[in-house]
């Protein structure tokens, strides 16, 4: 783990050091002093390739094809257009907002376009489409950090959550992935297994440890999951509260661990572009409902600081339960106890 942390040290500049110390000290600002207006700009951005999945994930809106937005794909030269507009502060780009990134037909172009201007790239797959020859682009690319979701450590609990998926895939394209970083001596892209505890699965979370260890991969996370309905109880929820977002009350219904704070330090650090140039506030907004401009239509640098921003964090900074995608969210809450 720490060969990555040495490259993300590597991707800073004196430019993005004093970026973000702009944004941590007007977000200090807000927190203490109620002054909400962020200087700087965001030092970090998720960029959505493409809305299309082959997978059918049952608390996912793109495996579900339930969007009420359009599904495409990023465009190379409107990519080039939101590189150069979100600036030369920007040192980390996530290339996954929905969907699965590989069904990008060039997707290593926009990691390659990325790695070019020294910006620290992220990806999260479901590593169906990763074959030895995918595994050595991949490395060549420049991508610096890959996260595999492999939900299951059999078919059975597996397919569970990802419908329509096959676990060998995912351990053979991880296994395709060590396989190159060897052959062409790279110690990226940092490879994570990222294990989505749920009920079918939450029994597999010391394996899945183990299984990472065997296999090479550089770290194991596990991860709670989002449900939308989960109220009155839901299949998916962990038995185990430790790994949910949920907590039982005495009448028997269920509410998030979390209370929600009026702040967000999201809304300083980062930005979150949809394929088509859609800027939303966050990745929890995954339909897109609170659209706070377009990159392809204006300068992004413009509308971090328009008034659609500007409203939506004095917003999280007034009544954040009042916003729909806030209320399901573990970023700057507290843990009721």
Not at 39 to 67: V, W
Not at 236 to 262: F, V
Request: aromatic share 12%; proline share 4%; with cysteine.
């Amino acid at each position: 783990m720490w060969k990555d942390q040495i490259n993300i040290l590597k991707k800073f500049s004196v430019l993005r050091s004093w970026n973000l110390i702009k944004l941590y000290y007007s977000y200090f600002l807000a927190k203490n002093f109620n002054r909400v207006n962020a200087k700087g700009l965001p030092f970090s951005a998720s960029i959505e390739p493409t809305t299309a999945c082959n997978l059918g994930c049952p608390e996912c809106p793109s495996g579900l094809k339930q969007f009420t937005r359009a599904t495409g794909r990023l465009d190379l030269e409107d990519h080039e257009k939101m590189l150069d507009q979100l600036g030369k502060q920007l040192f980390y780009i996530n290339y996954y907002f929905q969907g699965e990134p590989f069904l990008h037909p060039n997707f290593l172009t926009l990691i390659s376009a990325a790695h070019k201007r020294k910006i620290y790239t992220a990806t999260s797959t479901n590593a169906h489409f990763i074959t030895p020859e995918k595994a050595e682009e991949i490395v060549l690319s420049g991508l610096d950090r890959m996260i595999i979701s492999i939900d299951g450590l059999t078919q059975e609990t597996y397919a569970q959550y990802r419908k329509r998926g096959k676990l060998e895939k995912v351990i053979s394209g991880t296994k395709h992935m060590i396989a190159a970083k060897k052959k062409l001596k790279s110690n990226t892209p940092h490879l994570i297994f990222q294990f989505l505890v749920v009920a079918p699965n939450e029994h597999e979370t010391d394996e899945v440890f183990k299984l990472g260890k065997s296999l090479g991969v550089d770290e194991v996370r596990l991860k709670t999951a989002q449900l939308y309905d989960y109220k009155n109880g839901n299949p998916l929820m962990p038995k185990n509260e430790k790994y949910a977002r949920y907590k039982k009350m005495k009448d028997g219904t269920y509410k998030s661990k979390y209370a929600l704070k009026n702040q967000c330090w999201r809304m300083w650090s980062s930005t979150v572009l949809t394929w088509d140039g859609k800027v939303v506030p966050c990745c929890f907004d995954k339909d897109a409902k609170h659209v706070l401009g377009d990159v392809l239509q204006n300068d992004f640098k413009t509308l971090w600081k328009a008034k659609s921003y500007k409203d939506f964090r004095n917003q999280v900074f007034s009544d954040r339960s009042k916003i729909d995608i806030c209320k399901n969210c573990s970023e700057g809450t507290k843990v009721w106890t």
